[in-house]
């Protein structure tokens, strides 16, 4: 049969607009499915992060180094907890595929206030101090609390995130946190296995690299009888047998003493650079993994032939290289030895009753022994003899190092690990001071 130029235009149009809505239709059937597959696959991290939600916005009762890792550090389970984001009031909030907004505001004002005495009241009562004298013990008590509510303040500039899901992922920018009409959003996504469990001692402890953890978890397998790890000495094992396993564990867990320690973020970048990337004298996953990523972004050119000898990597990115690969990177894809303290531990969402800093090491650790119970059984010697002190002074070496980097890149870099300075009361003018000195170089603030 003929059709006459009529109706073969009326033919066309029609079979345009079929195709058309067949194509309209496998895209959202196809959104669909990956949506159902998203919150299937969350499934059980979500029931994790509704905890999270229920525990710190529904009640009223609930509280809120150097390592030397072997080759098994780069198989530990990374079992999520959820999106978690924190809200206008610095809590979490749990960002569902299903589109839940958000509780009001109104409903969470008085979390903090709720929680702050339970901060100062944890020491259980009745055990007297054994490795401080109650001077001691209520100045690092003060510090403390100082450290808290600086955390409160930091955590309120940040808001949960837009009731449209789909618009939130595809806003999610590379930086640390993102802006979207004038508000700041800090996307939290822990792993449960940040979260180490002392069950018998109610202790649950968000560790982080390159901040002395492997101290603690020296001090944890000597208090938990694991043999096997302190004849080896393979500490890093204790995040696996202490990790949280399930929801149940995590709600159990948050009724428990919490604490975690950080350090100046760009003290803890160089470091991770210097043990992972560059030092030679020992194996580095990283250092094989990361660096032909890190020479593929700073020299294309170059073939990975040429980047190794016998299979392992000869060049060795710089420190400048290992930057500007960091700014290149979604941070989502940042190993956890450069990742920043707020992804790792989402102090935001989970309240911690310690928060160490390294510079006060010796102070903070006998604080948290007292206030957790566990000085009347642990042996601070234990967290002495495996603190690393490091290798060289570290001002001089962040000023070799840093020195490296021209003006605007040393500002991309902090505006990466802002949030990081902002929530634990870092300040980098005094590197800016040596590093220009007399030139009144100065980054502002995002937040204020």
């Not at 196809?30 to 009640?59: C, M, P």
């Not at 010796?362 to 234990?382: M, Y």
Request: aromatic share 14%; net charge positive; with cysteine.
């Amino acid at each position: 049969m003929i059709l006459k130029p009529k109706q073969s235009w009326v033919c066309g149009v029609s079979c345009g607009c079929a195709f058309l809505m067949v194509y309209t239709y496998c895209v959202l059937y196809s959104s669909y499915q990956w949506n159902t597959k998203v919150h299937q696959n969350y499934d059980y991290e979500g029931s994790i992060a509704r905890i999270l939600l229920k525990q710190h916005l529904f009640s009223d009762n609930v509280t809120r180094d150097e390592e030397e890792e072997e080759e098994e550090e780069c198989s530990y389970s990374r079992r999520s907890l959820g999106r978690i984001e924190a809200n206008d009031t610095g809590y979490v909030n749990v960002v569902e595929v299903r589109q839940t907004r958000p509780p009001p505001s109104s409903n969470t004002k008085k979390i903090w206030n709720s929680t702050a005495s339970i901060y100062t009241n944890w020491r259980r009562k009745g055990v007297k101090l054994g490795l401080m004298t109650e001077e001691e013990y209520m100045t690092a008590k003060e510090v403390n609390r100082g450290r808290q509510m600086h955390m409160q303040r930091s955590c309120q500039k940040f808001s949960a995130s837009t009731a449209n899901v789909f618009l939130d992922i595809m806003t999610h920018s590379k930086g640390n946190f993102y802006k979207l009409d004038g508000t700041y959003f800090l996307p939290q996504s822990p792993y449960a296995s940040s979260f180490q469990v002392d069950w018998a001692d109610e202790v649950m402890f968000c560790w982080q690299y390159k901040v002395g953890s492997t101290a603690w978890n020296a001090l944890f397998a000597h208090l938990l009888n694991q043999t096997r790890v302190i004849r080896a000495k393979t500490f890093y094992d204790m995040r696996e047998i202490m990790a949280v396993k399930n929801a149940s564990d995590m709600k159990k867990a948050l009724k428990f003493y919490r604490f975690m320690i950080v350090r100046h973020p760009f003290e803890r970048l160089l470091s991770a650079y210097r043990d992972r990337i560059e030092d030679t004298t020992h194996r580095s996953w990283q250092r094989e993994f990361f660096g032909p990523q890190i020479l593929a972004v700073t020299r294309p050119k170059l073939k990975e032939s040429e980047m190794k000898t016998s299979g392992s990597l000869s060049v060795i990115p710089t420190f400048t290289e290992f930057v500007q690969y960091l700014l290149e990177t979604h941070m989502d894809k940042y190993d956890p030895h450069w990742a920043p303290f707020w992804k790792h531990c989402a102090p935001c969402a989970v309240s911690y009753h310690a928060i160490g800093k390294r510079e006060t090491q010796l102070q903070d650790e006998r604080f948290i022994l007292e206030e957790s119970g566990l000085a009347t059984k642990a042996n601070l010697k234990i967290l002495e003899e495996n603190a690393h002190q490091g290798r060289g002074d570290t001002q001089k070496l962040m000023l070799k190092y840093f020195s490296t980097l021209n003006l605007s890149t040393l500002e991309k870099l902090y505006r990466r690990y802002e949030v990081d300075f902002y929530l634990f009361g870092y300040d980098v003018q005094l590197l800016l001071n040596e590093l220009y000195p007399g030139r009144n170089v100065s980054f502002p603030s995002s937040f204020h």
